[in-house]
């Protein structure tokens, strides 16, 4: 079996991008890999490998648009209000360049009224603040900035904290590179056509690129939500798929008639993967174990593709008594959480892995479900042991 670029691809895939500062020898071992590497990058999923002297990166831009699709933990419009301000405060800084929170809040509330958006921040709003708390650990997360220095009360809790960032040099490019004018563009589906103007979309190189994404690029996909000619490349090259990421990232692709996904045993300890060692991956699986019990005695009925819709009170149910029956293996972190809480966060956990997806007041139900399932001893729900499916802790 030959995984020479098994390790620099999984990093590629598993990371928004490699920066030279963090991860110094990965980078080095990636940029002198690098021929091997775009080869299966070309041949498979013609992305964007941008090799740069601060960091290298995969453009991961997938075929299938979710409803659901969101950045770390945003929650509302203004995150990404924010964001896309705070980008523009931080284009003519350069890497070691210092500035002060007072300054940056300034700039995002005087930016967004003159630009009369819809959405200005109110600094005198809890709610608020924590929005750009939010922006601000997605971008101490991606390497954009550091914190150098803070007081003790955050800004979170008053408005007049102060805190002295680090531009770390790389924020002009969080965002994609285009090569056509995208002023035209408007559903986030014309932002995915846009990429093969001016190709046969179902033929040849692109259908090829499209399969290879949906399988690498998104969790868990459903044949509903793939063409008839997608649907075709993988049923006369299956042998050729499966061979190319087994050899190549030594993963698993499982295809059934109506969903394709992928597996890799060793990547438990991603924090962003599915399975992996936190909690809310083991509630996730004695749900998708009550699912298929219910789906198994005729309680939720399946269509020709395997997929359910329920109403949403009747999911959340389910949520609610896997947490007050299996209250051992929830751990004492997540028990304390309001039932709504609890609720809200284990459905944006599987909306995330495409388990789920909310419609409106309904949710539908992918078959990932009959995939990906935990089984439990029978404990009490009231024993004060705490136990594990694999593994897990109180942690999130």
């Known amino acids: 079996m030959n995984n020479d670029i098994e390790k620099e691809m999984k990093a590629l895939l598993y990371n928004f991008w490699i920066t030279k500062d963090k991860n110094r020898d990965l ?42 699709a969101k950045l770390n933990n945003f929650s509302s419009v203004l995150e990404y209000v924010i964001l896309t301000i705070m980008l523009l ?17 300034e700039y995002v509330k005087n930016t ?10 109110d600094w005198n709003k809890v709610q608020d603040r924590r929005c750009l708390s939010n922006v601000i650990s997605l971008l101490e997360e991606l390497e954009i900035i550091k914190i150098k220095d803070s007081s003790k009360v955050s800004f979170i809790e008053s408005k007049e904290a102060e805190v002295l960032y680090e531009s770390l040099g790389t924020s002009n490019y969080l965002m994609r590179m285009f090569d056509n004018d995208i002023n035209e563009l408007i559903t ?37 939500d793939l063409s008839s000619n997608e649907l075709d490349y993988i ?20 295809i059934t008639n109506n969903l394709t996904i992928l597996y890799d045993e060793e990547s438990t300890t991603q924090k962003d993967n599915f399975p992996n060692s936190k909690k809310l991956t083991e509630i996730v699986l004695m749900v998708n ?13 399946l269509d020709n593709y395997e997929i359910a819709s329920v109403k949403e009170d009747y999911f959340e149910n389910i949520i609610k008594e896997i947490k007050r029956t299996k209250a051992p293996y ?67």
């Open 27 to 68: 980078y080095y071992q990636i940029k002198n890999n690098q021929s091997e590497i775009k080869d299966f990058i070309s041949k498979n999923l013609g992305s964007n490998l941008i090799i740069h002297d601060k960091f290298i990166k995969l453009e991961k831009i997938p075929t299938i648009t979710k409803s659901n």
């Open 89 to 105: 405060f931080l284009e003519d800084k350069t890497k070691g360049d210092y500035f002060v929170l007072s300054d940056l809040i």
């Open 112 to 121: 967004s009224i003159t630009l009369e958006l819809n959405h200005i921040p």
């Open 188 to 224: 986030p589906e014309d932002f995915i056509k846009d990429e093969f103007t001016g190709q046969d979309e179902e033929k040849g190189d692109v259908r090829r690129y499209k399969v290879f994404r949906n399988i690498l690029y998104t969790p868990a996909v459903s044949s509903k």
């Open 235 to 254: 049923k006369r090259n299956r042998t050729y798929i499966k061979s190319e990421i087994d050899k190549k990232l030594n993963m698993e692709v499982e």
């Open 289 to 301: 174990e009550k699912i298929l019990e219910e789906i198994n005695n005729n309680k939720i009925m």
């Open 330 to 396: 929830v751990g004492k972190t997540l028990l304390r959480e309001t039932d709504k809480k609890f609720y809200t966060m284990i459905l944006e956990y599987m909306e995330k892995y495409n388990i789920v997806e909310k419609k409106n007041d309904e949710i539908i139900i992918y078959p990932t479900v009959a995939r990906l399932i935990g089984k439990t001893k029978n404990i009490e729900p009231d024993t004060l042991t705490q136990t594990s499916l694999f593994g897990g802790n109180n942690e999130l």
